[in-house]
Nanobody, 117 residues
Framework: QVQLIESGGGLVQTGDSLRLSCAAS????????MTWFRQNSRKERYVVAS????????YYSESVKGRFIISGDGAKKTVDLQMNRLEPYDTSVYYC??????????WGQGTQVTVSS
């Protein structure tokens, strides 16, 4: 079994920075990518940034490109999300997700990020 633990959320002001971290534990050897999501008011989750160690690629949604940076350790199966120039619309619960096999994913519990204006 794989478990994900997220940390780093909190309350900040517009323009501030925040760093989220996600660490996998358990049977992590099959993890080939980890992704950060956030959810909207209808609790639909959508991708913020993704890191794939197999293809050595990263992906950013347009709304965070140039402000957020995803990084990680493929051996330790950890992924961080450095969030810069935060805006109130970045307020959300952020979730980490790991792909452990084809079409098989594990989610973290989520961490709240609140950006005040």
């Amino acid at each position: 079994q794989v478990q994900l633990i997220e940390s780093g959320g909190g309350l900040v002001q517009t323009g501030d920075s925040l760093r989220l971290s996600c660490a996998a534990s358990g049977r992590t050897s099959s993890i080939d990518s980890m992704t950060w999501f956030r959810q909207n008011s209808r609790k639909e989750r959508y991708v913020v940034a993704s890191l794939n160690w197999t293809s050595a690629t990263v992906y950013y949604s347009e709304s965070v490109k140039g402000r957020f940076i995803i990084s990680g350790d493929g051996a330790k199966k950890t992924v961080d999300l450095q969030m810069n120039r935060l805006e109130p619309y970045d307020t959300s619960v952020y979730y980490c997700r790991a792909r452990v096999a084809a079409n098989t994913y594990v989610w973290g519990q989520g961490t709240q990020v609140t950006v005040s204006s």
